[in-house]
Nanobody
C-alpha cells in the first residue's frame, strides 16, 4: 500500500503563486508515476501534470503549460506542483495520485490510470 498526503494549498491572488506538495509513504518502490489532478464541484477530475517516478519525465495539461511545474524529490518521496501566474479558473481541489500499474506503459492522463489518491488540498485564486 501507498499513502499520499497533500499540503500547501490556500488562497492566492490572480497572478500569484502557490506550491502544493505530496508526500508518499509505504511501498513507494511500487510507484511508476505520479500525477496531479484538480476538481471543481459538478465537474470531472481533470489531469494537471504528471511525472515518471524513475526518469523524471514531465507532462502537462495545455491549460497549465508554461505556468505550472511538477517536480519530485525521490529522497523525500515528495512530489511538488509549483503554480505560477495563477488564474481564478485554477481554483479547485488539487489531488495527487500514484500510478502503481505494473509493466512498462505511458503516463496516464485519466483518473482511472491511478490507483492511489491523496485527500486533496484546496487552492483558491481570487481576481
Amino acid at each position: 500500500q501507498v499513502q499520499l498526503v497533500e499540503s500547501g494549498g490556500g488562497l492566492a491572488q490572480a497572478g500569484g503563486s502557490l506550491r502544493v506538495s505530496c508526500v508518499a509513504s509505504g511501498r513507494t518502490f511500487s510507484i511508476y508515476a505520479m500525477g496531479w489532478f484538480r476538481q471543481v464541484p459538478g465537474k470531472e477530475r481533470e489531469f494537471v501534470a504528471g511525472i515518471m517516478w524513475s526518469t523524471g519525465s514531465t507532462y502537462y495539461a495545455d491549460s497549465v503549460k508554461g505556468r505550472f511545474t511538477i517536480s519530485k524529490d525521490n529522497a523525500k518521496n515528495t512530489v511538488y506542483l509549483q503554480m505560477n501566474s495563477l488564474k481564478p479558473i485554477d481554483t479547485a481541489v488539487y489531488y495527487c495520485a500514484a500510478d502503481r500499474r505494473p509493466g512498462y506503459h505511458a503516463l496516464g492522463y485519466g483518473p482511472r490510470d491511478y490507483d492511489t489518491w491523496g485527500q486533496g488540498t484546496q487552492v483558491t485564486v481570487s481576481s
